[in-house]
């Protein structure tokens, strides 16, 4: 498809166990950002990534979430020993230099912590 | 302090009235991008309008318009003639620094928009 995808679209776990959220960002786009949005609420960055810079990861809120990129492809989030304050929905966007400024959005992962 | 400020938990409005959301914004950076996106109750995240710090003109997009007053520091999103599949939340984000920075969005904590018949 077109636009960007993201996989699984649902995902239940129970505390204390570790998770990887996958995103398909649009092809061409170079950078790709993560993105938090709890139940009722905004959202909070995460991390992001550009080409074959560092990734500004200022808004991992512990040591236990990380993400990874492969050029400028899929990237992966990773969040260890999952806690019930980590169930919220993880929005992946994407967006290519010099064509305009939007950050297009996948359809995200609802992420439950039993 | 919050970078980005929806005043407006819920709104209320009747079918092909215009609606005024509220958003105010806190940088001190001289170039910043103000967007403004709709979340329908499926969750996804749609594009809705942007404004450049520099751009002289107030942005449009069809329905949508952004009333832009930068020594306010206000973007206010304006939807006029408003139909029932407007009702969703919609959120307001700036990006400080130039767009070639391809920084991160901040954005507000939304404001819910029903529109009814």
């Known amino acids: 498809g077109a636009g960007v995808s993201q996989s699984p679209s649902n995902k239940v776990t129970e505390k204390g166990k570790d998770v990887e959220l996958r995103c398909d960002p649009i092809?061409?786009?170079?950078?790709l950002y993560w993105y938090r949005q709890r139940l009722g609420q905004g959202l909070e960055f995460l991390i992001y990534?550009?080409?074959?810079?560092?990734?500004?990861k200022s808004g991992l809120p512990s040591d236990r979430f990380s993400a990874e990129r492969t050029g400028e492809s899929v990237s992966t989030l990773t969040i260890q020993r999952t806690q019930q304050e980590d169930s919220a929905v993880y929005l992946c966007?994407?967006?290519?230099?010099?064509?305009?400024?939007?950050?297009?959005f996948g359809p995200g992962t609802r992420l439950t912590v039993l | 302090a919050q970078k980005i400020t929806q005043t407006q938990p819920g709104m209320f409005v009747q079918e092909k009235e215009a609606v005024t959301l509220d958003c105010t914004y806190d940088?001190?950076?001289?170039?910043?991008?103000l967007f403004w996106y709709k979340q329908p109750s499926s969750g996804e995240m749609i594009f809705l309008i942007y404004q450049g710090s520099y751009d002289q003109q107030n942005a449009t997009e069809g329905r949508y318009s952004l009333n832009f007053q930068k020594a306010r520091k206000s973007a206010n999103l304006v939807i006029s003639a408003s139909q029932l599949g407007d009702s969703a939340m919609y959120f307001c984000a700036m990006r400080e620094g130039p767009s070639s920075t391809l920084g991160r969005l901040y954005f507000g904590r939304g404001t819910q928009l029903t529109v009814w018949p």
């Open positions: 092809s061409g786009h170079t950078a």
């Open positions: 990534f550009q080409g074959n810079s560092a990734p500004d």
């Open positions: 966007a994407s967006r290519v230099q010099g064509a305009g400024d939007t950050q297009y």
């Open positions: 940088t001190s950076d001289p170039s910043y991008g």
